[in-house]
């Protein structure tokens, strides 16, 4: 038995328990931090703090985009519409794919690239110039210090940015389906209106964003807290939670929407 | 003062956001539409409703009065009973006619009501006598082959 093919299925096995061990890690953290996010909830002025950080400053970021994504899907929608001389069901076309896709997972794609990253660098690098176990020495606990208000603010600002990212998509492909090209203003609007419904599309939506906020946050805050704490460990964690978090994304994404918008009849 | 100006941000983000999801649900959604507008329901039995679908508009004159609340199919009669509500502002005849149309060559299906000339009102829990079933464009296009065959049948003898 050639020992290289030996060392290669040990590796595969060793690879496989690490990540078993990692989960379960994970999950214990999470449990965790929601029972000590009781002490964080009654010094709010931390998690608006966070907030500023997470939702605010993503703000630009999710407004451009959304407004890009609603442009092209208009021109798209009408190059594709035109040829069936329906080119006013183009409204229903932009708003419907940005309330049920489109907004939560593009919105969550920006959010854990731009805030995830952020909340794992700077846990990571907390951890790495002992700043955690220095509060721990003062009896802080930094998983209520530190690690709660973050992920709170995190799974708050989610759901708002995602909202303001299909709002204004709307507002994108109006301009460049009705100011631009010259469709009719009342059929856009009266189509989108009469085609999006408010509990089955735009709840459904809001419920996907804040999946997405909680799996997003969670992974940002454990990967800064189990980084190994040296410069190559605290990079490797940020990589890892933006590779993770849009994985979970776009996975979560199809399992909700097959239990959302199947059983319409 | 660098905590105020955090707490301005924050409130104004948080607004925006509540702002973001009103747009969401009076101006794009259908919500400005069938608000909380009182209702009451009636009903009728269709032999077949085609591709009437729950939540389909109901119209009378062009003009929607409520919307289908209910499709059920009833083992008794084998035909199919469709809950609908309507508006109270907008009272029916007892003997106003219900018909099942298609907006368009391809549009969606709805339920058209034209009023009859009765006294009494139609009140909630009512059924609705005189339905008239979706046109369905197989059958239609059958009968029309059927009737043409049987013509020429005839025109050669």
């Known amino acids: 038995m050639p020992r290289r093919i030996v060392l290669g299925i040990q590796g595969v096995g060793h690879r496989v328990i690490e990540s078993v061990w990692r989960l379960g890690r994970a999950s214990r953290f999470f449990m965790l931090m929601l029972m000590k996010s009781g002490t964080s909830m009654r010094r709010f002025r931390l998690i608006i703090r966070e907030i500023y950080f997470t939702g605010v400053l993503s703000l630009i970021i999710i407004v451009v985009s959304g407004l890009f994504v609603g442009m092209v899907l208009g021109l798209q929608g009408y190059e594709t519409l035109q040829k069936y001389g329906s080119e006013s069901a183009v409204g229903t076309l932009v708003a419907l794919s940005l ?5 939560p997972v593009v919105a969550a794609l920006l959010f854990a690239s731009r805030a995830g990253s952020a909340i794992t660098a700077e ?13 721990e020495m003062m009896a802080v606990d930094p998983i209520a210090r530190v690690v709660a208000p973050r992920f709170w603010a995190g799974v708050i600002s989610m759901p708002f940015l995602a909202a303001m990212f299909s709002s204004v998509g709307v507002f994108g492909g109006y301009l460049v389906t009705v100011v631009l090209i010259g469709v009719d203003e009342g059929s856009f609007w009266s189509q989108m209106q009469s085609a999006v419904d408010f509990r089955y599309d735009i709840v459904n939506g809001i419920i996907k964003t804040c999946v997405f906020g909680v799996a997003v946050t969670a992974i940002a805050v454990f990967e800064g807290y189990d980084a190994p704490p040296t410069a190559e460990g605290v990079s490797g964690a940020t990589t890892r939670t933006v590779v993770t978090s849009s994985l979970a ?17 | 003062m660098q905590r105020t100006t955090m707490d301005l941000w924050v409130g104004l983000f948080v607004a925006a956001g509540i702002g973001a999801l009103l747009v969401l649900a009076l101006k794009v959604g259908n919500m400005g539409t069938y608000s909380a507008a009182q209702s009451y329901t009636l009903m009728g039995s269709f032999e077949n409703i085609g591709g009437l679908k729950p939540r389909a508009p109901v119209k009378s004159a062009g003009v929607v009065v409520g919307r289908v609340l209910d499709i059920q199919f009833n083992p008794e009669t084998f035909d199919a009973v469709v809950t609908m509500s309507i508006d109270t502002r907008y009272q029916f005849p007892k003997d106003t006619f219900a018909s ?12 058209g009501l034209a009023a009859g000339g009765d006294e009494v009102m139609l009140k909630s829990g009512d059924k609705i006598m005189k339905t008239n079933s979706a046109m369905v464009l197989e059958e239609m296009i059958g009968r029309f082959l059927f009737n043409k065959a049987s013509e020429n049948k005839d025109g050669n003898n």
């Open chain 1, 99 to 103: 309330v049920r896709e489109l907004g």
């Open chain 2, 100 to 111: 099942i149309l298609t907006s368009g060559l391809l549009g969606e299906q709805y339920i």
């Open chain 1, 249 to 265: 994304i776009l996975g979560l994404d199809f399992v909700l929407t097959a239990f959302m918008f199947r059983g319409m009849s």
């Open chain 1, 123 to 135: 846990i990571g690098l907390m951890k790495a110039t002992e700043q955690l176990a220095a509060m």
